[in-house]
């Protein structure tokens, strides 16, 4: 139940003033990107900035693109990547606690899915193992988006899942029409006891020759208690094995606290920019389910990015990017000493140039370096100290006639490993292509397919690894002598849009070669079960479904329903059972939206099905049914209230795409409540 307490009230009381003297400021609307506040506008006009060096909108993708922002970024803003993104079609998450929460697309995890701070790699350790958080935040974000299809081989080819791009405009890229513009938030929730607070500016400070100063500052804090569960903490499954289910009503060892800091500063002209920013995050966070582990993150980032406007009939723009981070993640035992350090010092640089459109042809070249220095010390080092570099050329190219969109791309990729304890040094060279078309059958409708090749070097976690990995209970062995892992696949999408209603079905299928995965040995080492990293023929295939339809005006509302069905099958050819572990499950989710000039109200209900295809050694996974409910009010132009209801019935949830699902649940019923302002 909603508990109501002291700390609770001050903390709203703190808001209500906050906020209040945010709205005493407030005295503009303004198209600032920070922290999801920015105008709202139709998804289908919004340029995805990570689909391709090309300018595309989310309705010109081929392949399936989900973009988060204004909204229901807003709405669905959590303290994890994971925990905001799973409620995306074809999307679920680790869920490793509320710390540590990376998102999974159509069943591929980990180095699968890339992730981009601002269209630069995270460079952090959270790939490496479902305890690690990302530093990839969304406190500060303006707009989040998840690519599939052949925008991937923009970064890489190992990204076979997707790419998500996290943008929050620290880097400023034009110029504000006031001289501070900005965005605040603060919010609280009951099932944690926790507070948050995010507050971002861009600032003009004046002319520089032909051209103009844009400085930016940012600044989010997020605090969190153990959160309430319905119920014990450990599955019944495991109480019957166990016979142990004391722990419940509180999930210990839930608690988080994280804040992160940030300053920019461009130099915007007539045809071009260039700029710089810094960011420091510090985060600390509990593993639940275990021995009270605590983890301590810290991650110093320096970005830059330019663009150059040819204005010319042979090239358009030449744009430089680029990034560098040291980050370490430390896990502290119960006892107070420190167990393992992880530590991740890199830097990535890329450069795109786009050709002037040339009749119905228009393309793109581009390169990319990157080098990463990963090591881990202490306990669970299980994985020795390695150095990758990576090197990438790849080309885009658009044909547009007669109704008909055909889009090809390429990738040229070489990486090498240097690991200096195992004595080795292991390269590889990979070549990618992507495929695709799609053809407007009417105004409001066509259908698109895409087929595409990747070739993926191993990570040197895949090869390297040989120690106990306590995060996930296994003892782990690389394999030396793993080759590139090849994935052949396709996709068919069919979409209608037709004003406020939309619909969209994406089917999907692709066979992988040497897919590498931890296969379940049955020994025993350390007292932990051995995985081995294993190659094998593999076939991933699914569908999602996406509609939605404005139902009319009545009683002074205009009324919206939505919904979406997702689903994946991954099965090894040769193996049985021969499921892959921790696929999620059939899912979907119905909507009703209501709006009237200030105020806006959802009443939503998301379904996870049974998990009964099981990989060896996977326990079921019961269906659950969560409903939850959002409302909004517009106190000003400027001055938002917002007031969320999750998990309504209080109902015992479980992931079965997280490691952890049999001893750690979902939350149970949380209040939740913010307060927006413009400046």
């Known amino acids: 139940m909603f508990k109501t307490n002291t700390r609770l009230m001050g903390v709203s009381t703190i808001a209500l003033v906050s906020v209040s003297l945010c709205a005493g400021l407030a005295h503009a609307q303004t198209n600032t990107n920070d922290i999801g506040l920015d105008n709202e506008k139709p998804v289908d006009e919004i340029v995805v900035t990570g689909i391709s060096p090309l300018s595309a909108t989310s309705d010109e993708n081929l392949a399936g693109v989900s973009i988060l922002t204004n909204e229901e970024l807003s709405r669905r803003l959590s303290g994890s990547l994971g925990e905001t993104l799973k409620f995306e079609p074809g999307i679920s998450s680790t869920f490793f606690g509320p710390g540590a929460s990376r998102p999974i697309i159509r ?12 269209g630069i790699g995270a460079i952090d350790a959270s790939s490496a193992s479902p305890d690690h958080a990302a530093s990839v935040e969304p406190a500060m974000a303006g707009r989040i988006e998840v690519i599939r299809g052949a925008g991937l081989l923009r970064y890489g080819s190992s990204a076979a899942g997707g790419v998500i791009n996290v943008i929050d405009g620290r880097i400023p890229d034009s110029v504000p029409s006031q001289q501070f513009e900005g965005a605040a938030r603060f919010s609280v929730s009951s099932a944690d006891n926790g507070y948050e607070g995010a507050l971002g500016s861009d600032i003009s400070l004046g002319a520089l020759g032909q051209g103009n100063l844009v400085g930016h500052v940012e600044a989010a804090y997020r605090k969190t208690q153990d959160y309430n569960i319905p119920g014990f903490a450990r599955s019944a499954t495991l109480q019957a094995n166990t016979g142990d289910g004391l722990e419940r009503d509180v999930l210990e060892n839930s608690a988080t606290r994280g804040q992160s800091y940030a300053a920019g500063l461009s130099y915007i002209g007539a045809r071009n920019f260039i700029g710089g920013a810094i960011k420091a995050l510090d985060s600390r966070y509990g593993v639940p389910g275990g021995e009270g582990t605590q983890i301590i993150l810290k991650q110093t980032r320096y970005d830059f990015n330019s663009k150059y406007n040819f204005m010319g009939n042979v090239f358009e723009t030449l744009s430089i990017a680029g990034g560098g981070a040291d980050y370490e993640h430390k896990e502290i035992e119960a006892s107070g000493d420190t167990g393992t350090v992880f530590t991740n010092k890199g830097w990535e640089v890329r450069a795109e140039l786009v050709e002037a459109q040339k009749g119905h042809w228009q393309a793109a ?18 994985v020795p100290p390695t150095t990758t570099k990576q090197f990438g050329l790849f080309t885009f190219h658009d044909f547009d006639f007669d109704g008909w969109h055909l889009e090809a791309s390429g990738r040229y990729e070489h990486t090498g490993h240097e690991n200096s304890v195992a004595g080795a040094k292991i390269n590889y060279d990979g070549l990618s292509f992507s495929l695709g078309s799609d053809f407007h059958i009417t105004d409001t409708l066509k259908l698109g397919g895409t087929v595409y090749r990747t070739e993926r070097a191993p990570t040197s976690e895949e090869i390297f690894s040989n120690g106990p990995h306590l995060a996930t209970n296994q003892f782990e062995i690389g394999k030396l002598d793993l080759g590139k892992e090849i994935a052949t696949g396709a996709e068919v999408s069919l979409r209608y849009k037709n004003g406020g209603d939309h619909l969209t079905l994406n089917g999907f299928l692709t066979d992988y070669d040497d897919y590498v995965f931890e296969r379940t040995t049955g020994a025993i080492m350390d007292g ?16 999602e479904i996406d509609v939605g339809k404005n139902i009319g005006s009545f009683a002074g509302l205009d009324w919206d329903v939505d919904g979406s069905i997702e689903y994946v099958s991954a099965h090894l050819d040769k193996s049985a059972p021969n499921a892959l572990p921790r696929i999620p499950p059939l899912g979907f989710t119905f909507g009703l939206e209501a709006n009237a000039k200030r105020w806006g109200a959802r009443a939503e209900l998301d379904h996870a099905a049974h998990k009964k295809d099981l990989a060896a050694r996977e326990t079921l996974t019961q269906q659950f049914t969560l409903l939850n409910a959002y409302i909004h009010y ?6 938002r209230l917002r007031a969320s209801v999750l998990n309504i019935t209080d109902q015992e949830a479980r992931q079965h795409t997280s490691f952890l699902k ?8 949380n209040f939740k409540f913010s307060l927006e302002a413009r400046f």
């Open 634 to 639: 517009d106190l000003t132009d400027t001055l």
């Open 365 to 382: 070249y581009g390169a990319q370096y990157k080098s990463r220095k990963f090591a881990a010390i202490g306990e669970e080092a299980f």
């Open 528 to 543: 932990l079960s051995v995985s081995q990293f294993t190659p094998a023929q593999v076939r991933f295939k699914g569908f």
């Open 107 to 118: 069943g591929q995890g980990g180095v699968r899915v890339l992730l981009l701070d601002n």
């Open 662 to 669: 049999d001893v750690v649940p979902l939350p149970g019923r």
